[in-house]
């Protein structure tokens, strides 16, 4: 394919119906056809030995690369393309000089080329061989192949050869401080600054060209092709990078001034964006240090549509991250005020942009709180100066407005209130003193994200809230989880337990109150006494429980310090009254469930306190306990499982008199008698047959003593047997006169005076007798029969115990 000249271009409607993707592909495939082709042909003279020839059939083809027709894309293969066979020559030429066969006028002769592309390609093939060979000056040379490569004006051709240039003089660029005193000379690191920065600078205006080439209405096709051609600009500076020679000085002096000043006059965004990173990302972090003021004093002056927040932000992050590392902290924090010369700077920009969107302003007030927090841990007074101002700066904008809910800015937000949640503990956050004035700019939703982020991490790190002054901050912080909110109609309406989203809420909340404990025991009295008590009733049902056990928790505590507390006793009572308090309140919600068995709770921590109101705190919780399982008269199941508590902690408490002790177990046994099914009445008397047995009480003298009334547990046991009797399904009735075996067992070796053997074979009898009607088919059946072996296996092995041969003399307990 040979033209008249390389700059010249077809014209906008061949080279739009080039870029379909069929055209495109028959444009490739026929250019690495002849590629093929021409290569295939220098190879086979270079092998005979002739290389004017090999250099003939090489310009052709690398004539392939003077079209316009393809996309980057499909230019780029073409290129890997003639380049590896381009190599091809480069080997030849070098083994040529290593064996004294080379010719030392190619380097004049390829300048003959007919066209330019070819021709520069071919004199940086050669070139790149007489540097190695030292047949002429490398610095000679390199200054040539850079000046001459301005002939390709066309973007996309002059960028792929200078990418050439660049990847053939990679090794060969001097990096040293002086001149070697050879008669060829090399150079010293400043010419290769001088040829990399001058590549770079030509490059990069390539690259910005294509932006004006062609149609409007393919700009935003051309500018999806420049950012696939980006790596190109940007290897020139990896290059420099690469430089050991480019010390700090050089980079300061030299390097990132011109840099710059081609960066900021080019106007591009695209161009700015893309090299603003790459100068962050490819020099070391200490290079970046000791030029801040520089590179931020060239982000104001790029262009109004360059996204800076990203730049800010990825250079805050590196040195941020750099800082921390071992060793390296406090070297930097001394010599350098890092984070005054980011504050100061970013104040500027965004002053300098006026119409900066409030979410890039937000993103870069969170890089620079997350630049205070990690690298001044020690001084909290840099991060909150950093929630100061974005407070002022949104009262500047819409003063006393919060947030449009679900914005971008409302995100940015969210994600900044988290930096000093992830940085410091809850304790050290508490500290901040503008850290809730800048969450109260958030409406509802948001304010709900940050704060359960804030109880997850304190649950999540185990934190200890120590004070009644910590937790009334803390909670001050949480009162969108603590406190109704009237802010959104739609998120008031959700407040309540019929909504799973609240229900998870408060548990969490309620997983928070095991946190605030101090160690102080009066600063828990504090923390118990002033907790979530502005809650609504529907957050109290949750976050009461919890507090409630904290408070019966601390009375044990005071017990142990009562050497050390002569009001001890005061203080547990009045405990037991804020709890009472607290109940009452519980108990107005439909479930009684829950304050019911807290009431118990309560009474059986009095009965074990032992102070001299003990007995009056035990009697009411345990009577208010009473009153709301009768209160439960609707659910016969939910009746049945409470009596079952109520008789178990009554046998429990031994704080009661007689008087008190009767009074409270005759109720228990008249309403196991009033249960409304009779397996539910059955159990609930053989349960209360330890009331009046095991149960405890104070005698006059003020002794504890068990009850031991034998004629009352025979009275239950035998109101027991007759209502098993009355038991109509056969199944239930086999398995209630298992359980009235077991239990006749118990007290017969309790040594109860009325149960003696006789009495046990009447109810071993009366067992087998109804069991052998009990069907064995069924998974019921064998799971009863199981029940029955189990008990006669156990009577058996008592009976042959040497202490018992005796005492289970006559018993038939053959099943």
């Known amino acids: 394919m040979q033209t008249n000249n390389g700059g010249s271009s077809n014209n906008v409607a061949n080279q739009q119906n080039a870029f379909t993707m069929e055209n495109q592909e028959k444009l490739l495939a026929d250019a690495l056809q002849n590629v093929r082709q021409h290569a295939f042909s220098m190879k086979r003279v270079l092998d005979q030995g002739v290389v004017m020839d090999g250099l003939k059939h090489a310009a052709n083809m690398l004539s392939e690369l003077r079209t316009s027709l393809l996309s980057p894309k499909n230019y780029y293969e ?39 592309v070819p021709r520069l390609y071919l004199l940086i093939t050669i070139g790149h061989v007489y540097i190695r060979a030292n047949e002429l000056s490398r610095k000679d040379i390199l200054r040539d192949l850079v000046e001459m490569c301005r002939g390709v004006q066309h973007p996309l051709r002059g960028l792929f050869l200078r990418n050439y240039l660049l990847q053939c003089v990679k090794s060969l660029l001097p990096d040293q401080e002086q001149e070697s005193s050879d008669e060829n000379k090399t150079g010293t690191i400043l010419e290769s600054l001088d040829f990399i920065l001058l590549n770079f600078a030509e490059m990069n205006k390539l690259w910005v060209r294509m932006q004006y080439q062609g149609h409007t209405r393919d700009l935003q096709r051309r500018e999806q092709e420049r950012r696939e051609l980006r790596i190109l600009v940007g290897t020139n500076l990896v290059r420099l990078s690469e430089l050991e020679c480019v010390n700090v000085d050089r980079y300061k002096n030299i390097v990132l001034p011109k840099i710059m000043e081609q960066l900021v006059s080019c106007r591009d965004s695209i161009a700015q964006e893309y090299l603003m990173e790459c100068i962050i990302q490819v020099f070391p972090d200490e290079y970046h240090l000791h030029t801040l003021n520089l590179f931020l004093k060239g982000c104001r002056e790029l262009a109004p549509t360059v996204n800076i927040r990203n730049i800010l932000i990825s250079l805050i992050d590196r040195l941020t991250s750099y800082s921390i590392r071992d060793g390296v902290q406090q070297n930097i924090l001394e010599t350098i005020k890092l984070f005054d010369i980011f504050s100061e700077q970013i104040s500027e920009v965004i002053k300098s942009r006026s119409n900066m969107p409030p979410e890039d302003i937000v993103a870069l007030q969170s890089a620079l709180l997350s630049l205070a927090l990690k690298c001044y841990r020690d001084e909290p007074d840099y991060g909150d100066k950093v929630l100061e101002s974005t ?73 200890v809230i120590p004070t009644a002054e910590d937790v009334t901050l803390l909670l001050n912080l949480l009162t969108t989880l603590i406190v109704d909110q009237t802010d959104s109609a739609f998120d008031l309406s959700r407040q309540n337990i019929a909504n799973e989203d609240f229900v998870e809420e408060q548990n969490l909340v309620a997983r928070l109150c095991n946190t605030l404990h101090s160690s102080d025991a009066d600063q828990q009295y504090h923390i118990c006494q002033d907790t979530f008590k502005n809650g609504g009733i529907e957050r109290m049902r949750f976050t009461y429980p919890p507090l409630i056990m904290q408070a019966y928790a601390l009375s044990y505590r005071y017990k142990a310090l009562k050497d050390q507390d002569e009001k001890w006793e005061k203080k547990c009572q009045k405990l037991f009254q804020f709890c009472n308090q607290c109940l009452t309140i519980l108990t107005k919600p439909e479930s009684n469930d829950l304050p019911l068995r807290l009431y118990l709770q309560g009474s059986l921590t009095a009965s074990e306190i032992g102070t001299e109101s003990t007995e009056t705190i035990a009697y009411e919780f345990l009577s208010q306990a009473y009153v709301l399982y009768e209160e439960q008269a609707g659910n016969t199941k939910a009746q049945a499982e409470t009596l079952k508590v109520l008789i178990g902690t009554l046998e429990k408490v031994s704080c009661f008199n007689e008087e008190n002790h009767s009074t409270l177990r005759q109720s228990l046994t008249q309403a196991a008698a009033r249960l409304l099914k009779r397996p539910d009445q059955v159990r609930a008397l053989l349960l209360c047959t330890h009331l009046f047995w095991s149960a405890k009480r104070k005698n006059e003298a003020g002794q504890t003593e068990e009850i031991r009334d034998g004629e009352k547990v025979n009275v239950c046991l035998k109101k027991a047997a007759k209502l098993t009797t009355q038991v109509m399904d056969s199944a239930a009735q086999i398995q209630l006169y298992n359980e009235l075996l077991n239990y006749y067992l118990f007290f017969f070796k309790q040594d109860h005076p009325q149960t003696d053997v006789a009495v046990l074979n009447t109810v071993i009898e009366k067992l087998r007798t109804e069991s052998v009607r009990l069907e064995q088919n069924n998974e019921s059946g064998e799971f009863i029969n199981n029940q029955i072996r189990k008990t006669f296996d156990y009577m058996r092995e008592q009976a042959q115990l040497e202490s018992n041969i005796e005492k289970f003399k006559g018993l038939q307990i053959d099943l």
Do not use: W
């Open 78 to 116: 073409l290129h890997v393309v003639v380049v590896e066979e381009l190599h091809h020559l480069e080997l030849y030429l070098t083994d040529e000089f290593e064996h004294g066969r080379g010719s030392h006028d190619l380097y004049e002769v390829v300048q003959y080329a007919g066209n330019i």
């Open 391 to 463: 407070r002022k700066i949104f009262n500047e904008v819409s003063p006393d407005t919060q947030v449009q809910t679900g914005s971008a800015a409302a995100k940015e937000l969210v994600k900044m209130l988290k930096v000093p949640i992830d940085c410091y503990t809850i304790l050290e956050v508490l500290k901040l003193k503008h850290y809730s004035e800048v969450l109260q700019l958030l409406s509802y939703r948001e304010r709900h994200i940050v704060c359960t982020h804030i109880i997850n991490n304190v649950l999540d790190t185990e934190t």
